[in-house]
């Protein structure tokens, strides 16, 4: 069974910089799987913004977070980091680690159903 664990948020102010981390664990080391972090603003549903697969390091990102945030991978210690740069007060929420296995639909983060796997989340405020 796959389990993830988030850390790494927190409160910043506009234009500010937060490093979150995924720690996973329970991996088929046969299979190839999609990491990937969803954003959920307050009263919102969660959007796939970033996510990269398990053996190979391919990476999607959201328009909307391109060229600010930066998704990367420490393949040895199964952990995926998500480096969140030039943030603004649409970046608040809860972020979510999730994984499933790889397919285009998930790499492309199309549907929260291709993720069976989540961490609990972790909430990033950002301050105007």
């Known amino acids: 069974q796959v389990q993830l664990v988030e850390s790494g948020g927190g409160l910043v102010e506009t234009g500010g910089s937060l490093r979150l981390s995924c720690v996973g664990s329970?991996?088929?080391?046969?299979?190839?799987?999609?990491i990937g972090w969803f954003h959920q603003a307050p009263g919102k549903g969660r959007v796939g913004i970033s996510s990269i697969s398990t053996k190979e390091g391919r990476i999607y990102y959201r328009e909307s977070v391109k060229g600010r945030f930066t998704i990367s991978r420490d393949a040895a210690k199964d952990t995926v980091f998500l480096q969140m740069d030039k943030l603004t007060p649409e970046d608040t929420g809860t972020y979510y680690c999730?994984?499933?296995?790889?397919?285009?639909?998930?790499?492309?983060?199309?549907?929260?159903?291709?993720?069976?796997?989540w961490g609990q989340g972790i909430q990033v405020t950002v301050s105007s």
């Open positions: 329970g991996f088929d080391r046969t299979e190839d799987y999609v």
């Open positions: 999730a994984s499933g296995f790889l397919t285009i639909r998930s790499f492309a983060m199309r549907r929260e159903t291709d993720f069976p796997y």
